[in-house]
């Protein structure tokens, strides 16, 4: 079982002068999970080497046990530091993929072609994707096999609306990853703001935000156990 897992390489929180990256714990709960099954987990991103982290997400109040388990594992702050290029990479290596969230996939996975044509590897072979937080922005530009956008007609949820004004950067980011999901034919739905909300469409798993990474991987592991 070999797992791809996609990270940003975007650090800028628009113009703001702010930095933003991946959200620590969307990535440590899905790899412990995968890593404690058994799994080979593989990670990329856009430039390689490593990604950069939202350093909002290492702060004192946002850390889990996955998070505290990765600060004390010099392998996994070893593999995070030399992630793989995306271009080059290809669905029939893997398994499965899943990305992680942070604000950065909004401004680089967003319209990466390397991840574009991944994901849509992914959906041709019928392989499991999962996305979860602000990641569902990087399958917004992949069509599935029909010519169609990948959401359209999917049931999906990713960081709503309310949560982007929760945390004060509706007007930062550059579009509101809600509304253009829906844009894109997508079925959006979405649970309590904060709390664990996964929707599984076939093969399509997303995650509305942080606290939906474990569970979110955990549905995948279950679409390729079947």
């Known amino acids: 079982m070999k797992i791809l897992m996609v990270l940003t390489s975007h650090d800028q929180l628009g113009d ?32 390689g080497g490593q990604p950069p ?19 004390g594992d010099t392998q996994a702050q070893s593999e995070l530091a030399s992630t793989r290029k995306l271009n080059g990479l290809s669905a029939d290596q893997f398994d499965a993929v899943f990305y992680p ?11 990466d072609s390397a991840s574009i044509g991944l994901l849509e590897g992914f959906a041709l072979a019928d392989k499991p994707i999962a996305a979860v937080c602000h990641a569902p922005a990087a399958l ?22 309310t949560e982007e004004e929760a945390v004060g950067l ?7 990853l809600e509304n253009v999901l829906g844009e894109k ?12 909300y996964v929707v599984v469409d ?13 569970e979110a991987a955990r549905e995948l592991l279950k679409l390729l156990e079947v």
């Open 16 to 47: 703001t002068g702010h930095k933003t990256g991946f959200w620590l714990e969307e990535f440590a709960a899905p790899y412990y999970v995968f890593r404690d099954a058994g799994a080979d987990v593989v990670l990329a991103s856009p430039e």
């Open 101 to 111: 969230g942070g604000h950065g996939p909004m401004w680089d996975l967003y319209d």
């Open 202 to 214: 076939g093969k399509l798993i997303t995650g509305q935000n942080p606290a939906s990474s474990e």
């Open 185 to 196: 034919g997508g079925s959006y739905s979405k649970g309590k703001d904060w709390a664990s």
């Open 53 to 71: 982290l939202d350093p909002k997400s290492d702060e004192p109040d946002a850390q889990t046990e996955a998070t505290r388990r990765f600060t």
């Open 170 to 176: 509706k007007d930062v980011v550059p579009y509101l």
């Open 140 to 161: 917004l530009n992949v069509r599935g096999a029909s010519g169609e956008p990948l959401v359209n007609g999917r049931k999906v949820t990713g960081f709503s609306n």
